[in-house]
C-alpha cells in the first residue's frame, strides 16, 4: 500500500489512520506523530514501516525530520520482524537528512530493549539519528522542541 507524499497529516488537527491501526498527526508547532497500533502481525509492520519511511523522508525541512513515535499500545512488542523493518525504515532514509526521533513507551522493559537496538542500528549504519526514549509524553515533546531550536539555528548559520 503506498500513501502519496502529499496525502499525509502535514496540517495540524489532522489525524489519519491507517487499515491496520497505525495513525499519523501533526501537532499544532509542526512535529509529525506517528501512533503504533499494538498489532505485530507482518501485514501491520509492513504497513507501520511505510508510514513511517514516509514521514521521514517528506517532512517538510530541507535537512532534518522531527518525529514523536507513540509506541504505548499494550499490545506493542518488538519481534524479529519488527527489527528488521526498522532498520529498513534507517536504510531508506534520504543522504543527508538528520531525523531526530522521540520514542515513547508505556514501560521501561521495551524501552530498554529498544534503545540496545536503536544504539546498534544507528552506529552499524552511521545514520544521522538522534534519538531518546520516554514514557511521558510531554518530556518527550519538550526534548524534540529543543533539538529543533539546535538544528535550525545551526542551519540558518
Keep these: 500500500m503506498t500513501h ?13 489512520a491507517y487499515p491496520y491501526g497505525t495513525q499519523r498527526y ?8 506517528v501512533v503504533g497500533s499494538g498489532d505485530m502481525r507482518r501485514h ?6 511505510e508510514v ?16 514523536l513515535l507513540d509506541l504505548t499500545h499494550p499490545n506493542q512488542g518488538f519481534t524479529p520482524y519488527s ?9 531508506n532514509i534520504q543522504p543527508g ?4 526521533i522521540a520514542l515513547l513507551f508505556r514501560d521501561s522493559i521495551i524501552n530498554n530493549i529498544v534503545m540496545i537496538f536503536m544504539n546498534r542500528i544507528v ?5 544521522k539519528i538522534l534519538f531518546k526514549t520516554f514514557l511521558r509524553r510531554e518530556q518527550a515533546v519538550a526534548w524534540l522542541r529543543e533539538k529543533r531550536q539546535q538544528l535550525e539555528s545551526a542551519y540558518t548559520l
Design 4 to 16: 502519496p507524499p502529499e496525502h499525509y497529516a502535514a496540517v495540524p488537527g489532522t489525524e489519519e
Design 26 to 33: 501533526a501537532l499544532d508547532d509542526g512535529i509529525r506523530v
Design 44 to 49: 501491520s509492520v509492513d504497513e507501520w514501516t
Design 52 to 67: 513511517m519511511t514516509q514521514t521521514i523522508n517528506t517532512f517538510p525541512h530541507p535537512t532534518h525530520t522531527l518525529l
Design 83 to 91: 527489527r528488521i523493518k526498522a532498520s529498513e525504515i534507517v536504510d
Design 97 to 100: 537528512r538528520t531525523v531526530v
Design 123 to 127: 552506529m552499524m549504519r552511521q545514520s
